[in-house]
């Protein structure tokens, strides 16, 4: 029996020297839409791009290895991949959620309870009493878990959640996006799925929009490929290509990101302007020892609230150096961003009172850069 790659050979690995055809060492790139026929009436595995794609394949299988699947789908995007999962339900199933997740999974699945597809409950799931109250009395069919979340960087406890959800044979999905699978592995910990928005740090150049959608047991994974395929939501070959060429060095690159993030993160808790940070590296985080507990790093996010909120806001972003003002995250360039009016925007105000989000916080995707200078172009802003 051989024996079980590392993270970092799997990554490194994925497809090479595969080629049959030629002997290239990197696996080509197949962009055709349809693949000929070898025999009339024998089926074969490559027909149609949007059904299976050699290039989009390699990308899946490499993701599926590194979160110990059973298989994987490549999406269009992150939404496609969330999507993907409210595809999977029936009409009238009940999804618990959780209070702060990303304001595009908000959006989602309140549009389709509005529309009468699904049932939902947005709660805080790191109060486990409360939640298990909730799992037994609504009895779900899915819980989301965002862990950490988006924006207020909370981890929540995968293990203890997946226990309390078998209870009622609830599906477990996971936004891993925050930590990729090189800092986290939700299925090892309980879950039945792993969602990542692929244009994030899997990828990591802000060039490529994609998702992934990782199953743990493969009649989960066959449900979740037929509706991938009927509803078109698969990813481009060139765009997994991309990815793919990212995945390459993501344990390298998520080790730079934390680097930075921690180092930040020390900087803005020793700033008086500073009402509060979120990094769950920090000790005094409400997360620190869950996300110690089940995660192999702390991550490259980071936010914190300014004390002057609005106006203080304003004044940062004119002053504030080397940092861009942008949505996304997990490039290796280092980006600032407004969620209160731009990845939360979908929110009404009170949804973001609920969910902790004021309109004095800023998150940080920490980048490649030089610490030195992300220091002294993040105090430019602070002062």
């Not at 969620?339 to 980048?367: N, V």
């Amino acid at each position: 029996m051989s024996k079980k790659l590392k993270k970092d050979t799997i990554s490194s690995k994925a497809g090479i020297a595969t080629d049959k055809e030629h002997g290239s060492v990197v696996p080509p790139l197949y962009l055709s839409s349809n693949f000929a026929f070898k025999k009339f009436g024998k089926e074969q595995k490559y027909n149609y791009t949007r059904s299976a794609n050699p290039t989009r394949d390699i990308l899946a299988s490499a993701l599926t290895k590194l979160e110990g699947g059973s298989g994987g789908i490549i999406t269009s995007s992150g939404m496609s991949a969330i999507s993907l999962i409210a595809s999977i339900l029936e009409i009238n199933d009940r999804v618990i959620l959780p209070h702060d997740c990303y304001g595009g999974t908000f959006r989602l699945f309140s549009s389709l309870e509005k529309k009468g597809s699904l049932n939902t409950r947005f709660m805080d799931q790191s109060n486990l009493e409360e939640l298990n109250a909730n799992i037994q009395e609504y009895k779900p069919n899915l819980i989301w878990i965002e862990t950490p979340s988006n924006p207020l960087l909370q981890s929540v406890d995968i293990k203890t959640i997946c226990k309390q959800a078998k209870q009622v044979k609830a599906l477990v999905a996971v936004d891993n996006t925050f930590l990729s699978p090189a800092l986290q592995n939700p299925l090892k910990l309980g879950a039945d799925i792993v969602i990542h928005s692929t244009t994030k740090y899997i990828n990591g150049h802000s060039d490529v929009v994609g998702g992934a959608v990782i199953a743990k047991k493969k009649e989960t994974f066959d449900k979740i490929n037929f509706w991938a395929n009927n509803l078109g939501l698969t990813g481009a070959p060139f765009d997994s290509y991309l990815t793919l060429r990212g995945l390459r060095t993501l344990s390298l690159r998520m080790k730079t990101h934390e680097k930075n993030a921690a180092a930040l993160a020390q900087v803005l808790s020793n700033n008086k302007k500073v009402k509060t940070v979120y990094y769950p590296g920090l000790e005094h985080h409400s997360s620190h020892e869950i996300a110690k507990k089940q995660q192999n790093g702390f991550g490259g996010m980071l936010s914190f609230e300014l004390k002057g909120g609005l106006p203080a806001v304003k004044k940062f972003f004119k002053k504030v150096k080397h940092f861009s003002l942008a949505d996304s995250l997990g490039g290796f360039e280092s980006l600032v961003c407004h969620p209160y009016t731009m990845t939360q925007a979908p929110l009404t105000d009170k949804e973001k009172e609920f969910s902790g989000i004021t309109q004095g916080l800023i998150r940080i995707s920490a980048g490649l850069e030089d610490i030195d200078d992300l220091i002294s172009g993040l105090k430019k802003g602070l002062d």
